[in-house]
């Protein structure tokens, strides 16, 4: 199973560029990386998922180089509304039993 | 349009009680997933469907049972709850389980208590 690793927590500042990396050392052939924000007392919500290099959408930019056993999530220009805990999941979703959420990283931005 | 309803919101239950959990989606979604979260920790899957009649189990799925009679409804029941299950559920489902995208929607959760 590929689980993931990822820093605890981050601190930042509102308008700067935050980077969380997440590794996944045994990321498998078929395994696609998505990332989820969650929010206190509510689901998670999707960000974004790629499977190789640069995936970029209105919200955020993932990153992955070319040995995939690591991924970046960049969330431009953060506010405090981007308080909050993020997920880096790797799994194949044909194989739904191998699903698996890490711990998250829980990012705080500050005024 | 709702997205994902479940219910009970929170539940407070007697150890040694059963307790069916409630899931409803409205996006015609194939998958559906339960997950459970224990205080400050991720997710970890419980059990999911791939399409409505089938089911499997996930990370953590002793003590828990599920079923899949149609494509909107995926109700998780605790046989026999224990204190250990004391946590917030989350149900979750996407519009496929293959493919090369797979966004799971998640309901807003079910805080369950048992004492």
């Known amino acids: 199973l590929a689980k993931t690793t990822q820093p605890i927590s981050m601190d930042s500042y509102e308008g700067q560029e935050v980077n969380i990396t997440c590794s996944h050392n045994?990321?498998?052939?078929?395994?696609?990386i998505t990332w989820y924000q969650q929010f206190p007392s509510q689901g998670p919500r999707f960000i974004i998922q790629?499977?190789?290099t640069k995936v970029t959408n209105e919200v955020a930019s993932l990153f992955i180089p070319a040995d995939r056993k690591s991924s970046t999530l960049s969330l431009p220009r953060v506010s405090l509304s981007d308080t909050a805990v993020y997920y880096c999941?790797?799994?194949?979703?044909?194989?739904?039993?191998?699903?698996?959420f890490g711990s998250g990283t829980r990012l705080s931005i500050r005024p | 349009i709702a997205g994902i309803t479940q219910a009970p919101t929170s539940q407070i239950l007697a150890a040694g009680r059963r307790m069916t959990l409630r899931c409803t989606q409205d996006m015609r979604h194939n998958a559906m997933y339960w997950y459970r979260q224990d205080l400050g920790l991720g997710l970890r899957l419980i059990h999911y469907?791939?399409?409505?009649?089938?089911?499997g189990k996930g990370e953590v799925p002793d003590g828990y049972s599920v079923s899949r009679a149609n494509t909107d409804d995926f109700p998780l029941t605790l046989a026999s709850a224990v204190p250990s299950q004391t946590s917030v559920y989350f149900c979750?489902?996407?519009?496929?389980?293959?493919?090369?995208?797979?966004?799971?929607?998640f309901g807003p959760g079910t805080r369950l208590t048992v004492l």
């Open positions: 790629g499977y190789k």
């Open positions: 045994n990321i498998a052939t078929n395994d696609y």
């Open positions: 999941l790797v799994a194949v979703y044909s194989s739904a039993s191998k699903i698996i």
């Open positions: 469907s791939n399409t409505a009649g089938t089911t």
């Open positions: 979750a489902s996407s519009d496929s389980l293959a493919g090369e995208t797979n966004e799971q929607f």
